[in-house]
Structure formats: structure tokens, C-alpha cells
């Protein structure tokens, strides 16, 4: 099969590097494949076209978009697989209705779980989603016509993060981190992006810092909003955060993660998947992370609560379950093992790809939407429906107090009517 990966660039981000591990593992399973970058291309256009994959590169301006466009056209590929937001989208709308063909299926890899009811959905035969999460939500938003969906997550190289020699660890803590040996680091790393970092990070750091003298806060990509945060506290705490700088090395990202006794995540718009998450536990540093119901929330169940981790019902337990892990090594060392072992399982890039090329079959060989949902649902081996109680099974041993107003706002937002007349007001369709 002739398989065409396409994404808007090829930078660091998340998105991108889901593409070029798919695009990757489609060709070692022996399939033909090639990518397209619509928009621009970036880093990991270099590492495609070493392991063989050829990458066209489109460009900001339309005639360089549509040269882009055209030359993956004439690849003729079989199926074309687009990494996307998942809502509508004009230009990649326009982008699908020039290159799919009579005799081309279309999946997407629905990077935020958004239901698109326009025009351009009718394009796609199956929507892969990251997590049960997104796909129960997605089944709320985009109603019965819509072509069906399916759990496809994110896939991982286990083999790029692992927990280094103790060595090498103490090594970290003492050169980069400056924190003495009975130190207790809480870490977080992420890209600058304010819509992203929680402040309820810093509030959580300060509160445990009044608790025990060693707790120290350790971070990559801290964004502005949360550094204005840390300045306004007293010396002592400001004293105990320490700002690795960006770490472009996978082995030195291994020992920044491991370096940390918790992860602490807590994101404003939640996580649709979280590769940080991913990474963290790879390296067998447990993480706590606050979910957060009315937003994305794949989080609670990458970390999976009493798996990988700690999961708080909202920010406000962040300081609570962190404390709980950092009074007891012990737990910490074999929730650190268990979701390494949980990630290996569930995210490893050969696994996932098995199952995308799974559902691939079963989109090349249905000749309408309702078939490919039978073929889905009969499939044991596949997830294509989510119900409510598997949800609420998801939320139910979280622990910390909750918040009245996110469960109200997880009501309203997965509930059809209500979120259609919001994206109405917000002109979304």
C-alpha cells in the first residue's frame, strides 16, 4: 500500500513527531510512503528522507502550497493520512478535496478531539482519536452522520527515554540543578506556552516549599506567565526554583526527567495526549496531574491514576498528592516502574502502528460509512465506542477535592445542543 502522511510543518511540536513516527513505522511494516508538509517543513524533514521517506514541502503563499500539493498528488498514494486539530479548516479542506480520488480513503489523526461538521469531514472515512476521552467526546459532538471514529493514540519510541545509571542522575541533580543530595525535585517540562502551564504549579511549589526545606522546583519551557507567578514570591521559594534551559538531546532529556522525584502537570486546556507524560514515565519518574473534565483531559488516562502516577480531581489537590509521593520513595520507585511498563504496552510506536494499519483495512475494504462501522464495531481488537459509564469509571477514584464549576462545565460541553449553540456564538460553525 502506498501510504501519504500529511501535516502542516515538521517542526518539534507533538503533532509532527506523531506524523513522522507513523510515517516511519508504515515504511518498516513494508509499505510505500511519503509526507507532506502543506504549509513549511522543519527539523524532522532531515531524519524522514535518511530512513528513506520522500517529504514534499509546500509553502505559506498559494502557489508554493499547491506545488506542494501536487507533487504529492502525483506520489498516487492508496491512503492518505492527515494529522490535524480536527476542526474545520478551509485550507485543509481544500487541501483533502485535491488530493482525495474515487480510489483513495482518507484517516486522520484528530489531534484535539474537535468535531468538523462541515463540508470537509465528508472527505474523511475514520477519525482517529488519542484517547477514550477524546473519542467519547467526539462521538458527542459530531452526531450520527459523521464518519466513524476510532482509538488510535499517539505513537511512542520507548527506545528513545529510559531511566538512566543512578550515576548519572546524581550527576544532573548536582551539576545542572545545583540542589544538594536529600533534595526533593518537583519538575515540569513543556513549551512556553501560557494557554498550557496551570499557575497552579507555582502556587502548589510555594505551598509544599513552607512544608519541607528540601523541595526544589525544576523546569524547561516555563512560560512568561508563570515566571511573573514565581516573582512574586518570597526569596525563599524563588531560591529553590531552578530553570534548566532548553535540552535539544534525548539522553539529556532522560536525565532532566529522571532528576525529578514527580512530575507535576497541571495544563490550562488539559492534554488530548501529553508526550511529556509519556516521556516522564518512561524514565520512571511517577507524575501527578490534575484533571481537568470540561477541557482535554487525556491525561488521567495516559497516567492512568494509581498506574503511572497520582490524578487529582482538580488544581487544587496538586500539593496534597504531590506531598503524598514525596513522603514515600517507595511508592514513588514502583509507580515509576509500572508506568514505564504501562507506556511500553498501551503507546509503543510498532503497537500503534498495527493498529492504524488495522483500521486502514478495514477503510480500504468498506464501501460506505455504515460498513466500516460494523467492520469497526466487530472488531475485538479495536475501541470505536465509548460509553458514559467508562467515563465516569475514569473520574471516580481521582483523588483531591473537586471542582463544582468544572463539573458543571464538562456537563454543558459534552452535551450536543450546548456545545453547538457555543460554537454558533463563537462563530465556529
Not at 34 to 50: K, P, S
Request: charged content about 25%.
Amino acid at each position: 500500500m502506498k501510504i501519504l502522511t500529511v501535516v502542516d510543518r515538521l517542526s518539534r511540536g507533538g503533532t509532527a513527531r506523531a506524523a513522522e513516527v507513523f510515517s516511519r513505522g508504515y515504511r518498516q511494516a513494508g509499505h510505500q510512503v511519503a509526507v507532506l508538509a502543506h504549509r513549511e517543513g522543519g527539523i524532522r524533514a532531515q531524519a524522514l528522507t535518511q530512513a528513506g521517506i520522500e517529504v514534499f514541502v509546500g509553502g505559506q503563499d498559494d502557489e508554493a502550497w499547491a506545488a506542494g500539493v501536487e507533487a504529492a498528488d502525483r506520489f498516487a498514494p492508496d491512503l492518505i493520512h492527515i494529522h490535524r486539530p480536527g476542526m474545520a479548516n478551509p485550507v485543509e479542506t481544500e487541501l483533502l478535496r485535491r488530493l482525495r480520488k474515487p480510489d483513495r480513503r482518507v484517516v486522520e489523526t484528530n489531534v484535539f478531539g474537535r468535531a468538523d461538521r462541515s463540508d470537509g469531514a465528508r472527505l474523511i472515512d475514520a477519525h482517529f482519536q488519542l484517547s477514550r476521552w477524546c473519542l467519547w467526546r467526539w462521538e458527542k459532538w459530531a452526531g450520527r452522520n459523521a464518519s466513524p471514529g476510532v482509538l488510535v493514540p499517539y505513537p511512542v519510541e520507548n527506545d528513545h527515554f529510559a531511566r538512566p545509571p543512578e550515576e548519572v542522575i546524581r550527576a544532573f541533580r548536582a551539576d545542572r540543578l545545583g540542589v544538594p543530595d536529600d533534595a526533593l525535585v518537583i519538575g515540569r517540562i513543556g513549551q512556553r506556552m501560557d494557554g498550557k502551564w496551570h499557575p497552579s504549579l507555582i502556587s502548589a511549589f510555594a505551598t509544599l516549599t513552607r512544608h519541607d526545606h528540601r523541595v526544589h522546583l525544576a523546569t524547561i519551557g516555563m512560560p512568561e506567565q508563570c515566571r511573573g507567578l514565581l516573582a512574586q514570591q518570597d526569596d525563599e521559594v524563588r531560591s529553590r526554583a531552578i530553570d534548566i534551559g532548553f535540552i535539544d538531546d534525548d539522553g539529556l532529556l532522560a536525565a532532566a526527567y529522571a532528576a525529578m522525584d514527580v512530575f507535576v502537570h497541571a495544563a490550562v486546556i488539559g492534554e488530548s495526549f501529553g508526550y511529556v507524560l509519556a516521556e516522564s514515565m518512561l524514565c520512571e519518574t511517577p507524575v501527578v496531574a490534575a484533571s481537568r473534565p470540561h477541557k482535554d483531559n487525556s491525561q488521567i488516562e495516559v497516567v492512568g491514576h494509581g498506574v503511572g502516577g497520582l490524578i487529582t480531581r482538580s488544581t487544587a489537590g496538586l500539593a496534597g498528592a504531590t506531598r503524598t509521593l514525596l513522603d514515600d520513595p517507595d511508592r514513588r520507585r514502583d509507580l515509576g516502574r509500572r508506568g514505564r511498563a504501562s507506556v511500553i504496552e498501551r503507546f509503543d510506536a510498532e503497537v500503534v502502528t498495527r493498529t492504524a494499519l488495522r483500521v486502514a483495512d478495514h477503510v480500504v475494504a468498506s464501501n460506505n460509512p455504515d460498513t466500516l462501522r460494523r467492520r469497526l464495531a466487530d472488531d475485538n481488537a479495536l475501541v470505536s465506542r465509548v460509553g458514559d459509564g467508562e467515563v465516569r469509571a475514569l473520574l471516580e477514584p481521582l483523588v483531591g477535592p473537586g471542582s463544582i464549576r468544572e463539573k458543571a462545565l464538562m456537563t454543558a460541553v459534552v452535551t450536543p445542543g450546548l456545545h453547538r449553540l457555543r460554537q454558533k456564538l463563537l462563530g465556529r460553525g
